[in-house]
RNA sequence: GCCACCGUAGCUCAGUGGUAGAGCGCAUCCUUGGUAAGGAUGAGGUCACGGGUUCAAAUCCCGUCGGCGGCUCCA
């Protein structure tokens, strides 16, 4: 006699077990059509799930008209679309193997075997798409059957597909005590599927879906195993919210900052020079100066130190460091003096050979730097330092040289040759807290200032269970705590996460996702306590004697390439009045005009506004949709009227109409206003006071 | 690094075995105009690179380089 709570509070009693489609039924016929799926007791099951004792039900639904879908009927729908599509893949390739295939938050995909088989090409999408939707059509019901484990495991042997053998002994493993399968249909005459659930009730549920894109993975992640063919999909509840989905994603690829760097000249990379080695063109280069400049004048205000170190150092700095050859796969290999090498050569000496005689230090060569802190750790231990000096705070735009894995690299936010807004505090263990909230003080004001409030915080902690990390574990507990304190003075939510510390020490990381919705680490900071062991490195402390000072490592932006790239997405190109390449250009209306528009010209850069004058031989109209097109943020409209008086007509980006006339000295005095305060001042509203528009960019 | 797909004008792309194409951009000329594309003409290509098949290759095959989407990795 299980008692139903339903979300509102109310209850209803069943005389026999009952399921959630026969709650929804008893509620009202309109909730039953509706209904796809439950959560019982808070685990999301299926509308056929049977109910025996009381509980707490939460009827998930999925109808046609609403905007938003209910997360978990997404879910449900999803994972029944990856079953249908499997479906639809075996009725077409009927050798190939399925492995996994599950929901995501965008979508679903479903990881295939086609060893043996021609590979799988998009050009096919059109025929598997065409059987699912035939499936659909049918409207099949999803039905659910248990096997014992014993039983499961021999159908599974029978039927000998390795990688469902091994899902099943998972999910024993992870203390399963029967397995499960869903028929899209009727048991014993249609398709099915080892799986857990939960699923739609049937197939005529899944409203709308597309299948997007191919992709290959590795069985359990392992880049030694199998290689799978992984087919992402959609779904949706209906065919509006696929078109409004599909629409989204279109604008983001405008929005993707390879497309906009390459739209707005901000940055080049070039085959001949290197991949992953970006080359910062005009446009690009003033964004990223302006960043710099802006970050320079907040060093400045926490009295850190400026300092410049080369791109190389030898390599027995980075054995002292531990760089190389520990992380030689990441490096780019070491530069030997040429003498030397021809000697060797001569020799005989094999690649295998030098490497050998590099590592243990036999031969010495230079390493294109993968990190700035050794070049900064031998500053610091260039002097003797007291505690009265610490903390000492040495900054630099260093850039630094990985080899990153080719299938790895793209765009601006993983290249091979980076620029960090690096610095390295040293300073006594009790000002390690102090210094982590004035790292992080940075990173408010950065972000705060660029409008960027979308953003994770994660704290990096020790794995308790693992011995990989160095130093005196009491110290760890304070630097620990340090980090969480630091953390909580953001004033926005961060997460803890174990095991994700470096092995020398917690950290605090800043993370971003792209227009594609991927995750980018940006900003991070860094205790440390391994690098002044190695280095050796000390103050006199007022006792007279010798002390190791910590090290904290600290990059607000993380690296001017990756925060960059996400910075043109975030403002979708369209950079804030201080950051924007071109802030101003000034449009004659016609050749008469251009004395005057030079004259505006050369009264805007007198002040150090960076602007142009577009006097083509182009109508106004075709002026303002070129400027509109580039996202400058102002434009000046200048004809025989705005001459006689002075004046400029007014036209701001995101603002589709004439804003009028103000005087040329109002508006350059409201616009420099602006621009030295980074946006603080709006000239806009200094200039029309009392108009109100809306901006929409 | 692995798997799939892709590489044609400065940009975006069409062309799939038989004479290299379009739009935008660029140049010149006409037009001299008041707020999101005025008109005409023209220049611009080793079809990524190297090899092979073929009477004939941008097109088919192999390799290299590069891009893209994943996977794996990211001190």
Redesign the pocket.
Known sequence: MPTITLPDGTTRSFKNDTTPFEIASDISEGLAQCAVGARIDGVLCDLSTPISNDAEVKLVTARKGEKESDPDALELIRHSCAHVMAEAIQRIRPAVKLVYGPALDSGF?YDIS?EGSE?????EFEAIEKEMASIIDEDRPFTRYELSTGDGMKKLQDEGSKYKIDNAERAIEAGSDSLTWYVTGEPNSNWEDLCRGPHVPSTGKIGAFKLQ??????WH???DSD?L??V?GVAFVHKKQLKKHLKLQEESKLR?H??LG??LRLFH?D?QV???LLLWTPNGAVVRQQLQNFIGEELQKQNYSQVFTPHIGKLDL?RTS???P??Q???YPPLIDPEQLSKLASEGCTCGDLSNLMKQGDIEGYLLK??NCPHHIRIYASSPHSYRDLPVRLAEFGT?Y??????????MT?VRGFTQDDAHLFCTEEQVAGELIGCLDLVKIIFKTLGMHDYKVRVGLRDADSDKYVGDPEKWDKAEDACRKAAETLGVPWVEEAGEA???GPKIDFIVNDV???PW?LGTV?VDYNLPERFDLTYIGPDGKEHRPVMI?RAPFGSMERFIGVLIEHFAGAFPTWLAPEQVRV???????NDYADTVLDALRARGIRATADQ???????K???A??LKIPW?L????????KN?????K??????L??VSMDTFIGALTGEISSRGESKALEICFPDSEFSIDT
């Open positions: 995909y086609f590979p799988l090409s998009s050009e894109s191919i992709a290959s993975s590795y992640g392992d880049a290689s063919t992984r992402y993707d390879r497309v390459k739209k990379i085959e290197g991949q992953g980075y531990g760089h190389y520990y992380y796969e990441s490096q993968p990190m630094v990985r080899w990153e894995q080719s299938g790895e690299i793209g765009g993983r470096a092995f020398y594609l919705g991927r680490q860094q490592h449009l004659a209306i016609s050749e008469k005009s083509c031989d182009e109508r106004i109209q075709a303002i949709r070129n509109a097109d434009l409209v200048v004809g025989p009227r705005d001459a006689e004046n400029v007509s007014v036209r980006r995101g603002i589709l109409q004439d009028g006339a």
